[in-house]
């Protein structure tokens, strides 16, 4: 009897294991040979899910596309402003080193960005992070400043991310941590949690 494969999960499989590729050897590293032996299989094994390396390309971006809508649904909202947009610039920075791998992955991608389908990913993020900014931003930044602030806060998460990639020993949880409620004050905002904390 034939075995049965569930489709959707061997291509999650096979696109987390290409994200993995991506961030220990870059994106010269990454080819369906390297991936078929990340995966301990044959070559078709992949090319049965991604028959090259734009629809493999295309296959990462899908998973880092679900990864971000599923954890950002998770996201507790407490009522508490200022809270809410905390937990938001927590999650977007890379505290643990399996976050640091998936941005860096995200970072090898940059080097792609001359191929359209990367190019909308990232055009994309872009646009869904800055509404989710205004969205938690909104009635605590007045709105003729809104964009400026929403402008801070991609660059210290951005800056966040790519400096934990580069000098993950140095830009540690706690660091990072400090970093955001740096980033509130300077907009002005503080919370209960911030003032007890």
Same mark, same amino acid.
């Given at each position: 009897?034939?075995? %049965? ?14 994200? #993995?590729?991506?961030? #220990? $050897? ?15 299989? =044959? &070559? ?15 296959? &990462? &971006?899908?998973?880092? =596309? ?5 954890? /950002? ?15 938001? *610039? ?18 090898? *991608? ?7 389908? &990367? ?20 009635? /605590? %930044? ?11 806060? #991609?660059? *210290?998460?951005?800056?966040?991310? +790519? $400096? ?22 300077? +907009?002005? /905002?503080? $919370?209960?949690? $911030?003032?007890?904390?």
């Amino acid at each position: 009897m034939p075995k %049965i494969v569930d489709h959707a999960e061997r291509r999650h499989e096979i696109s987390v294991a290409a994200m #993995r590729v991506l961030a #220990r $050897s870059g994106p010269d590293g990454l080819t369906l040979r390297a991936l078929a032996r990340e995966l301990n299989g =044959s &070559i078709t094994l992949v090319t049965h899910f991604y028959a090259d390396r734009q629809t493999l390309l295309a296959g &990462i &971006i899908d998973e880092l =596309s679900t990864n971000y809508d599923d954890d /950002l649904a998770t996201l507790p909202l407490t009522g508490d402003r200022v809270d809410d947009l905390r937990a938001y *610039l927590l999650w977007m920075v890379p505290l643990t080193p399996e976050e640091i791998d998936i941005e860096r992955c995200r970072v090898a *991608l940059v080097h792609s960005a001359e191929n359209s389908t &990367i190019a909308s990913f990232f055009d994309s993020m872009e646009g869904r992070a800055r509404s989710a900014f205004r969205t938690r931003l909104d009635g /605590l %930044i007045d709105e003729d400043v809104m964009e400026e602030a929403v402008d801070f806060l #991609r660059m *210290l998460v951005n800056g966040a991310v +790519l $400096s934990a990639v580069e000098h993950p020993q140095y830009w540690t949880e706690e660091r990072q941590r400090r970093t955001v409620e740096r980033g509130l004050a300077a +907009l002005g /905002l503080v $919370s209960a949690q $911030s003032a007890n904390g």
